[in-house]
């Protein structure tokens, strides 16, 4: 398959993902919000396997298995955005961290270590990436904190590679997700100016 056409797929539907969010965060009814949640989450597990085929081809192990990982956490991102709190399996968390420890392994024994500037860029989306998704499942705002810095490092390595599509993706998907952070820190800050009041 070329790589713009995976370019085009992965980076497409995950700056959906962001831009949805952004969406989510704007609405100001509860039904709103949900059905945003809920696309938000749809669109980004349909971006994942073009993003798992571009990191496995160019040998990036710990990114690879850090969005392999994310399933599971988008996938109760899902089940919460439908159901709520408290309706996603246990064992979806259990096999995120699991595949990133995988990854993380594959990636130091075939560098011999961390040897490589890539494998540093990978650290950061694995942190940004796993448990920004994580936190969003738990509807954590600062899940968004952990987004950016995984848009930053996956931007700079996907540069570093020669996927300009993906990288210039995840620079807006950034602005997307700074917005949503902003919009979700001034509402919580005028509940809490009520809650005072």
């Not at 494998?119 to 448990?131: D, V």
């Not at 700079?156 to 950034?174: K, T």
């Given at each position: 398959?070329?790589?713009?056409?995976?370019?085009?797929?992965?980076?497409?539907?995950?700056?959906?993902?962001?831009?949805?969010?952004?969406?989510?965060?704007?609405?100001?009814?509860?039904?709103?919000?949900?059905?945003w949640?809920?696309?938000?989450?749809?669109v980004?597990?349909?971006?994942?396997?073009?993003?798992?085929?571009?990191?496995?081809s160019?040998?990036?192990?710990?990114?690879?298995?850090?969005?392999?990982?994310?399933?599971?956490a988008?996938?109760?991102?899902?089940?919460?955005?439908?159901?709520?709190?408290?309706?996603?399996?246990k064992?979806?968390?259990?096999?995120?961290?699991?595949?990133?420890?995988?990854?993380?392994?594959?990636?130091?024994?075939?560098?011999?270590?961390?040897?490589?500037?890539?494998q540093?860029?990978?650290?950061?989306?694995?942190?940004?990436?796993?448990?920004?998704?994580?936190?969003?499942?738990?509807?954590?705002?600062?899940?968004?904190?952990?987004?950016?810095?995984?848009?930053?490092?996956?931007a700079?390595?996907?540069?570093?590679?020669?996927?300009?599509?993906?990288?210039?993706?995840?620079?807006?998907?950034?602005?997307?997700?700074?917005?949503?952070?902003?919009?979700?820190?001034?509402?919580?800050g005028?509940?809490?100016?009520?809650?005072?009041a």
């Amino acid at each position: 398959m070329p790589y713009d056409i995976l370019q085009i797929w992965g980076g497409l539907f995950y700056l959906l993902n962001k831009f949805f969010f952004s969406r989510a965060e704007r609405s100001s009814k509860e039904f709103n919000r949900k059905s945003w949640r809920i696309r938000s989450w749809v669109v980004y597990l349909a971006g994942l396997p073009a993003w798992i085929i571009v990191f496995v081809s160019e040998h990036n192990w710990i990114a690879a298995s850090v969005e392999s990982g994310g399933a599971p956490a988008m996938i109760s991102g899902l089940i919460i955005a439908w159901r709520g709190h408290g309706a996603e399996p246990k064992w979806l968390n259990i096999l995120a961290k699991a595949s990133v420890a995988v990854g993380l392994g594959i990636s130091l024994y075939e560098y011999g270590g961390l040897t490589d500037t890539t494998q540093l860029l990978e650290l950061g989306i694995a942190a940004g990436f796993l448990l920004g998704t994580y936190m969003m499942a738990q509807d954590d705002q600062q899940g968004y904190l952990w987004l950016m810095l995984g848009n930053v490092s996956c931007a700079a390595l996907m540069g570093l590679q020669g996927f300009y599509i993906l990288m210039a993706q995840q620079l807006i998907s950034l602005i997307f997700v700074i917005d949503a952070f902003l919009i979700r820190r001034k509402i919580i800050g005028h509940r809490g100016i009520k809650d005072q009041a």
